[in-house]
């Protein structure tokens, strides 16, 4: 993301300023407003297979930048151009080429051409394709993947690393004056240190009384969330006015959430005598998603909108780089440290549910489980979905799985609730596998089975480990789970008590954030009986990252030790109604950071 807001900036500047970059082949002319075809020096260019706008558009600026890689598509049949080196897959045939991301040739030549050059894009026919590069998959878990990226910007592109906290401060700030003028600026806070820090920022930029803050109590914030967020601004000396369910499905849940706060923005400006064409909208990093999805019922959102009254002053900021401008702003440490907490707050961290979530699926996969978890055993007596682990899976993998499992007996399998996770580059929302053991596991075996599982199983999106005995009976039923205020108090109580450990430890800083969610399943409830499924239990979610873009789970022993987990796991268990406690074991990606 900083890859692509510096490029931006750089190409932004450019343009406007009419100053020309280094060219390959000539400069890219747009053709129409809605255009899919560029004029490369006279030349008509096709943007194969690049269907958003935006992406042409970043494709056409890369050009002028001195930047592309070509590729050949497999369902093409031509003799190739020799300046773009390829190698053609033995089946051309149209339906073998569907999967563009899997089944792209193996050799990509990055090439530069000469300004006066009047070739095309290298491969005869007037047609351009874009070999996509997602910088945030290479920062942290990928190795040497800052080197990468630095590569990219400073070798490559030419670009230099100008682009620093304070200089954007500075440009934030000015943008603001300029923008804003004398009129007035509404402030939605959601309590997290994103909407502090732009109220900060907006506070500093402008005159006493422009900014004017509301922060809301919608009922699901953390214990003593509210006072601390008061407390903070109001060193900062601004004025905090402070106002102020049976849904399941998590959009649902923050589209309500968004409606509440602009209805309360509205009231507001009215109650306030305020002119909507003399009031802007400031938005932290949180909330753009939210009050985009109530614009249904939002007129003056829509009105600001359109008016180009919305200001979002951190949008180029990540959570690290924000935290360097609370402190510079004065906000107290204790404060700026804390671990982010997500617009909707405590909303999204409650797992709600009325049936289990079981799809036809379901079996066939517990039964891959099955195999992944006694993979050894499986080895020597071979089970039909066995041959489908192996296909999906390196002989390396193979070993270590071999060696997981003849060294610890463990067990897996499908949780019947639904989780948010990532597929592409899009939400999806699927199943959760289940690991328990006899002993202690050595912790970086589960890690390892969290990376692979979802690999094998695209309809799972998290892998956890289950403390305590194995479970010999996984629940198939779940617990009505509604943001009722009795589940809401048991979270809030499980939350404090597990950062408490946390901070007493000494371990704070080195988690960057650490959610626990509560989820509608009552573990070791024997089936037979006909006691209805009561109980709830916990997942914590120990979270390492240096951007929030990207970030791995905290292998217990290492980047936090196993005794803070395991005190954790007994303060949390002394709350009525927690059956079982879980701990995240998936990255991001395939999961969320929540």
């Keep these: 993301c900083r890859a692509r807001a510096l490029l931006r900036r750089k190409l932004y500047q450019a343009h406007r300023t009419g100053i020309p970059g280094p060219q390959l082949a000539g400069t890219a002319k747009v053709k129409s407003p809605g255009w899919r075809e560029i004029t490369l020096h006279g030349k008509l260019i096709h943007l194969a297979g690049i269907a958003n706008a935006y992406a042409r558009k970043l494709t056409v600026r890369l050009i002028n930048i001195n930047c592309l890689m070509v590729f050949e598509k497999e369902t093409i049949q031509q003799p190739p151009n020799p300046r773009c080196s390829y190698n053609d897959s033995k089946d051309s045939s149209p339906e073998k080429g569907k999967d563009r991301r899997s089944k792209l040739p193996l050799t990509i030549q990055l090439f530069q051409g000469e300004d006066n050059d009047d070739s095309d894009d290298g491969r005869g026919r007037g047609e351009m394709m874009r070999v996509k590069l997602t910088p945030v998959m290479t920062v942290g878990l990928t190795e040497n993947g800052k080197v990468i990226l630095k590569n990219l910007l400073f070798d490559i592109s030419g670009c230099s690393g100008t682009f620093t906290v304070q200089n954007r401060e500075l440009e934030c700030t000015q943008e603001i004056k300029e923008r804003v003028g004398t009129s007035k600026v509404?402030?939605?806070l959601s309590g997290g240190v994103d909407a502090t820090v732009c109220t900060a920022l907006l506070n500093r930029a402008l005159n006493q009384g422009q900014v004017i803050a509301v922060h809301i109590d919608n009922g699901f914030m953390r214990k003593?969330?509210?006072?601390?967020?008061?407390?903070?601004?109001?060193?900062?000396?601004?004025?905090?006015?402070?106002?102020?369910?049976?849904?399941?499905?998590?959009?649902?849940?923050?589209k309500i959430i968004g409606i509440t706060f602009v209805k309360i923005a509205n009231e507001v400006v009215g109650e306030m005598n305020l002119k909507p064409e003399e009031v802007f909208l400031a938005q932290g990093t949180l909330w753009p998603d939210l009050i985009e999805s109530a614009s249904l019922v939002a007129k003056l959102i829509r009105k600001l909108r359109e008016e180009g009254k919305v200001i979002a002053p951190l949008k180029d900021f990540h959570q690290d780089e924000v935290r360097i401008l609370g402190r510079e702003?004065?906000?107290?440490?204790e404060f700026v440290s804390r671990h982010p907490f997500p617009g909707p707050s405590l909303a999204i961290r409650v797992i709600c549910a009325e049936e289990p979530y079981i799809c036809k699926d379901f079996p066939e996969t517990n039964n891959i489980l099955k195999i992944v978890a006694d993979f050894f055993a499986s080895v020597i007596k071979p089970h039909t979905l066995l041959q489908r682990v192996k296909a999906c899976t390196t002989e390396e993998a193979q070993e270590k799985l071999v060696q997981i499992t003849s060294l610890h007996s463990l067990n897996a399998f499908l949780l019947p609730v639904k989780t948010v996770g990532v597929r592409g580059d899009c939400r999806s929302y699927s199943y959760v596998c289940?690991?328990?053991?006899?002993?202690?596991?050595?912790?970086?075996?589960?890690?390892?089975?969290?990376?692979?599982?979802?690999?094998?199983?695209?309809?799972?999106n998290r892998v956890v480990y289950i403390f305590g005995p194995p479970v010999k009976e996984p629940p198939t039923e779940v617990t009505p789970t509604f943001l009722t205020t009795g589940v809401l108090t048991t979270l809030r109580q499980a939350d404090f008590e597990a950062h408490n450990v946390l901070r007493e430890s000494g371990y704070a800083g080195k988690v960057s954030q650490m959610p626990v969610i509560l989820t509608p399943l009552h573990f070791d409830r024997d089936p037979l009986q006909k006691h209805p499924s009561c109980q709830r239990a916990m997942v914590i979610r120990t979270f390492i990252t240096s951007d929030f873009m990207t970030g791995i789970p905290g292998t217990l022993g290492i980047e936090i030790p196993v005794e803070v987990v395991l005190k954790t796991v007994t303060e949390i268990k002394k709350i009525p109604g927690i059956s079982q406690i879980m701990y995240n074991l998936t990255s991001k990606l395939p999961a969320t950071t929540e």
């Design 186 to 188: 509404l402030v939605l």
């Design 434 to 460: 289940g690991i328990s053991s006899k002993d202690e596991p050595d912790w970086e075996s589960p890690i390892f089975l969290a990376r692979l599982i979802p690999r094998l199983c695209h309809n799972i």
């Design 329 to 333: 702003f004065g906000l107290p440490e």
């Design 224 to 254: 003593r969330e509210c006072q601390s967020v008061e407390g903070a601004l109001k060193k900062l000396g601004i004025q905090v006015k402070q106002n102020l369910k049976m849904t399941t499905s998590p959009e649902e849940k923050r």
